[in-house]
């Protein structure tokens, strides 16, 4: 079933593209985002939620990072992210005013489960994103918004975290759309952005061989640092996980800002760090606070490999090598910055001989608490 594949992640990661595409399909009417599934829970309800809280487990509460700076800003409703196994033990204020949004791709992970089931207990709603028709978690919530990822079989997963972006996506806007806090016309030039990502991602997977030459001779690292800021430091969280499940490395996400408050006294000669480049074009002159950081840990030594946008040429004089990926605007970023990194995290487990689909010690679903 690999079809021609050298693993079934390589297969998933070239699904990315169709991943997005499918989970967007038949959900846009006249440019705007429809999710009966969402609506159903009626204008009322929707309109008086005053908390997100998104729950998951592993990549999926990395998209879920992501989701929270889009559906803050386009539903400006507070929304914060945990991860599920820390959820039930302390108590959590809810109530039906809270949204509680599960993601999982499984939709049976039993961390996830068991938090989705005490949130509804205590009178909070509850809303699944899924890749998987009729699991446990969504016949436990109150609304599923399904990701159409189709079946993902490698342990790590891939086109899985694109898809749940882009859900988390549609349901921000939804939400925008009902509460009003998006007019139309924002609404219709986000939606379509959205709608260009699977294009994009086709572009991005292009960096393919080039990530393949930068693994091999990167096959004896021991260790590799992610740097990101805004929607690009969950990026950043996930990229290291993908080395740590794949490659057996030691690896770690920072958040830029961060660098100096801790993390840059890690940086000693030779250190690799992937560095997430915010858009030039970003009003919020994110771009040029991450370029400093980048003189500052080159400074010292650093091999600095900068995932930044076509065209970007303030990064060239900093990095050792410089990936690119297509133009968007920031919220659209991570969908397409985080290709190379799912790329990277398989070709370092290839180029030292490990199962690149079956990693030591991990399952696909972890059904265990
Ligand atoms: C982990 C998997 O055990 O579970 C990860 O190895 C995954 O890849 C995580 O992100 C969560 O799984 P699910 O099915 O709930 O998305």
Redesign the pocket.
């Known amino acids: 079933e690999k079809g021609g594949w050298s693993s079934f992640m390589a297969k998933e990661i070239s699904e990315e593209p169709e991943a997005v595409a499918k989970t967007i399909l038949g959900r846009v009417h006249d440019g705007l985002v429809d999710l009966p599934e969402v609506t159903a829970l009626g204008a009322e309800v929707l309109r008086g939620i005053d908390r997100v809280l998104i729950i998951?487990?592993?990549?999926?509460a990395y998209a879920g990072m992501v989701g929270k700076y889009a559906i803050e800003q386009w539903a400006r409703i507070p929304v914060d992210v945990e991860l599920a196994h820390e959820f039930r033990y302390r108590e959590p204020v809810l109530s039906p005013n809270t949204l509680v949004v599960s993601i999982?791709?499984?939709g049976e992970?039993m961390d996830?489960l068991m938090a989705v089931k005490y949130a509804r207990e205590r009178g909070a709603r509850t809303l699944s994103i899924c890749n998987t028709q009729g699991a446990t978690i969504p016949r436990e919530s109150d609304a599923v918004v399904y990701t159409h990822a189709g079946p993902e079989v490698a342990?790590?997963?891939t086109k899985?975290f694109v898809a749940q972006i882009a859900a988390t996506y549609l349901l921000g806007l939804q939400l925008g759309q009902v509460r009003g806090t998006l007019s139309d016309d924002e609404a219709r030039g986000l939606v379509a952005e959205l709608q260009e990502v699977p294009e994009k991602l086709r572009t991005a997977l292009g960096v393919g061989e080039r990530i393949k030459d930068l693994a091999h001779w990167m096959a004896n690292t021991r260790s590799v640092l992610f740097l990101g800021r805004h929607v690009g430091y969950p990026v950043a969280l996930e990229g290291a996980l993908k080395l740590k499940e794949l490659a057996y490395i030691h690896a770690e996400g920072f958040a830029a800002g961060e660098l100096k408050h801790g993390p840059i006294a890690l940086i000693e000669p030779g250190q690799v760090v992937f560095v997430l480049v915010p858009s030039p074009r970003d009003p919020r002159s994110l771009h040029s606070k991450v370029v400093s950081n980048i003189q500052e840990i080159r400074a010292r030594g650093a091999r600095v490999i900068a995932i930044a946008e076509q065209g970007d040429a303030a990064v060239l004089p900093y990095a050792d090598e410089v990936i690119r990926i297509p133009l968007a605007s920031p919220f659209f970023e991570p969908m397409l910055a985080v290709v190379p990194l799912h790329y990277f995290g398989m070709e370092l487990a290839a180029a030292k001989g490990l199962d690149v689909d079956q990693p030591r010690n991990?399952?696909?679903?972890?059904t265990v608490e």
């Open positions: 998951a487990c592993g990549t999926a999982s791709q499984s992970t996830t342990v790590a997963s899985a991990l399952a696909k679903s972890v």
